[in-house]
C-alpha cells in the first residue's frame, strides 16, 4: 500500500494497553508513505500507567510522525473548515470515546478533531479498545456500525474468560482497513479473534 498522497489524522484515547500496538501501526503507516497527524485526547497526554509514560509515548507518536500533533479543542476545530485530512482514524478508541461520538459530544482534542473532520463526508475509522464492548457500550458500537463514512478495524473478543465483555481490534489490520474506506468499504469479516 502507498499511502504518500493521504493525509491521516490519529486520535489516540486512553486505551492505554493497546498503545504499544498502535505506536507499531503509526510506523507502518508513515512507513507507507502517509502524513499522519496525530490528535491526543487529554487523558492520553497526562495518564502515567503501568503501561509507561504519557510524556513518553506522546513524544514517541510525535517523532515517529514528524508532526507535532493536536493536543487542544481550539487545535482540533480547523481541521472541519480547512478539510487537510483524507481520513480519520482513532486507534485506540475507549468505550467512552465511541459513546460520546454517539452522542455528539466534543469535549476532547479527538472528538472535536472527529467532528470536524465527519462534517466533510469524509471516512472515519475506529479501532475499537474497550473492557464494555459486549456490555454498556454495545449498543454505541452498534450505532456506530451504521453511521455514514464510519468503518471499523476488525475485533473480537480479547479475554472471553476473565473479561467476557471486552473486545479489541487487530490492529494489524489498521492499513488494510484504512485503504479499504478510502474507497468506500468495510473490511470483512469485522467480527475477528484478536
Do not use: W
Not at 72 to 100: H, Q, R, S, W, Y
Amino acid at each position: 500500500m502507498d499511502f504518500s498522497k493521504y493525509n491521516i489524522g490519529l486520535g489516540i484515547t486512553g486505551s492505554f494497553c493497546m498503545f504499544a500496538r498502535a505506536r507499531k501501526e503509526v510506523q507502518r503507516l508513515t512507513d507507507m508513505g502517509a502524513n499522519v497527524i496525530p490528535i491526543f485526547s487529554f487523558n492520553a497526554q497526562t495518564c502515567d500507567t503501568r503501561f509507561g509514560s504519557a510524556r513518553d509515548y506522546v513524544e514517541g507518536i510525535c517523532e515517529i510522525t514528524g508532526n507535532e500533533g493536536i493536543r487542544t479543542i481550539c487545535a482540533a476545530e480547523p481541521i472541519g473548515p480547512n478539510n487537510f485530512l483524507d481520513i480519520m482514524v482513532i486507534a485506540p478508541c475507549t468505550g467512552n470515546t465511541a459513546a460520546k461520538l454517539c452522542n455528539g459530544i466534543t469535549d476532547t482534542p479527538v472528538l472535536m478533531a472527529t467532528k470536524a473532520h465527519m462534517r466533510n463526508g469524509k471516512p472515519l475509522v475506529i479501532s475499537i479498545s474497550t473492557n464494555d464492548a459486549l456490555g454498556a457500550n454495545f449498543k454505541n458500537i452498534g450505532m456506530l456500525m451504521n453511521m455514514k463514512n464510519v468503518y471499523f478495524v476488525p475485533f473480537g473478543q480479547d479475554n472471553y474468560k476473565s473479561k467476557p465483555n471486552s473486545l479489541i481490534a487487530k490492529m494489524e489490520l489498521l492499513p488494510e482497513t484504512i485503504e479499504l474506506a478510502l474507497a468506500g468499504k468495510q473490511i470483512q469479516p469485522v467480527l475477528q479473534n484478536p
